[in-house]
């Protein structure tokens, strides 16, 4: 039986895509290699988000290479979509696809080595999504991920996501709901929805679903305990979405993921992004109000086109005055056919660095606070298939880690009551299984 090896770089997307590409992989026959051990066929999953992203993803093709040189080397994702000769040109490489090839996978890996790489790339879907496989299983994870988008319509001038993935496209919501019920039955308890411009669902569908709409039929099946969303943009929180997160009844995980890029306005302008500093401002203390201890994150850019010294400490002054609990800080790299590569005023490397520091260093003060805050209070966790420094970890409704003494098995949901802080999380008390 030939062997086939997964490496993924990027996003929630790109981990629900390679588990999809596993379950072909694994239904054609082949069988998933562990950890260490070389394969016959390797499938590198890259992405393009930053100059960093792509500098990631040709590390992981040449691991995958020195794993074993004699292997089918099969790259794809965003990277490979965006620049397919880049990959190609690295010696050993067998074929670069694109992601709307992802579905025919097991095609490619049936390929002998190559002198010169097999490149198969087209233009990114149109139309509505539909599932090139319904997953039933998420490897090691305790929680399981559901793409119900893909694509994005919005046209920030730093991003070459829009140039790899097209146009937003839903998956229709019978689709979704099948999908969710098949992973519960499975025994998942939590269900992630992921995708690009996750707040964009259901605009292609004809208007007649939302996410918030999605949202509550999800939570009517039988045997989901949690669902939670990935990143969705500030101008799609609507009152009704956050009237559905801040309910109970519908089982949504109070935690919400919310990029902001930048908090000064004339910077936001330069970025295309179609909201301003107090349309943010006012968006996270309005949720922050309906739903107690929500666990808020943010994207922060540092170092687009223009940012002068004020328009970075006005991001750092808006940051400091709310209320989130993590950062995700980038440093601007200019991304190829985007009109910000070409924009005047470039800021230099290293005070790139220095920005990025400093806003890093805000991050974790905002994660320690934010921890401080919960100590005393019960919270809804499910446990973890990963142990930390010997203890029973789990995950809590506010996107926080959760370390327990007790022995208890992945995927239960328990209440805990949050004690102390030990290293990026809480010790907990089991309180009720």
Not at 71 to 86: D, H, K, L, M
Not at 134 to 152: H, M
């Amino acid at each position: 039986m030939r062997s086939v090896g997964f490496f993924t770089i990027g996003c929630k997307l790109n981990q629900f895509e390679t588990e999809q590409m596993r379950e072909i992989m694994e239904a054609e026959g082949y069988r998933i290699s562990n950890p260490g051990e070389p394969a016959d066929v390797y499938i590198v999953n890259t992405c393009t988000v930053t100059s960093k992203s792509d500098y990631r993803s040709r590390q992981a093709v040449r691991r995958a290479i020195r794993c074993n040189p004699e292997a089918t080397i099969i790259v794809t994702g965003c990277y490979a979509q965006i620049a397919p000769n880049e990959i190609a040109s690295i010696r050993g490489v067998d074929a670069v696809i694109g992601n709307s090839r992802k579905a025919s996978i097991a095609d490619y890996a049936c390929l002998a080595k190559q002198t010169l790489p097999v490149i198969d790339v087209e233009a990114p879907g149109a139309g509505v999504l539909r599932s090139a496989r319904q997953i039933s299983a998420f490897g090691s994870y305790t929680r399981a991920f559901v793409k119900i988008q893909d694509g994005c319509n919005n046209c920030c001038t730093y991003c070459a996501v829009p140039l790899a993935r097209g146009r937003s496209r839903s998956k229709p919501q019978h689709e979704v709901e099948e999908e969710v019920r098949i992973l519960v039955e499975r025994g998942y308890r939590e269900v992630v929805l992921t995708g690009v411009h996750l707040g964009s669902y259901g605009k292609d569908l004809d208007g007649r679903i939302n996410l918030a709409q999605l949202l509550r039929r999800l939570s009517k099946i039988d045997g989901l305990s949690r669902l939670r969303l990935s990143s969705v943009e500030p101008t799609d929180f609507t009152p009704e979405l956050i009237d559905v997160i801040a309910d109970p009844a519908f089982r949504v995980c109070p935690h919400v993921h919310i990029p902001l890029q930048s908090g000064d306005d004339r910077i936001l302008e330069f970025m295309g992004r179609n909201y301003t500093r107090s349309f943010y401002s006012n968006l996270i203390l309005t949720i922050a109000d309906r739903i107690p201890n929500c666990g808020m994150g943010a994207d922060v850019m540092v170092g687009f086109p223009g940012e002068d010294e004020a328009a970075f400490r006005n991001t750092l002054n808006l940051i400091m005055d709310l209320p989130l609990s993590y950062l995700h800080v980038f440093s601007y790299s200019p991304r190829p056919n985007t009109p910000a590569s070409n924009m005047p005023g470039q800021i230099a490397t290293e005070t790139k660095k220095e920005r990025s520091r400093i806003l890093r260093d805000l991050g974790k003060a905002k994660a320690t606070a934010f921890r401080q805050k919960l100590k005393g209070s019960n919270l809804e966790v499910i446990i973890l298939s990963k142990k930390v420094r010997g203890y029973t970890t789990g995950l809590s409704g506010n996107y926080v880690e959760i370390y327990l003494d007790e022995d208890i098995d992945p995927n239960e949901i328990v209440e805990v009551e949050a004690l102390e802080t030990i290293g990026n999380g809480l010790g907990g008390r089991l309180i009720q299984r």
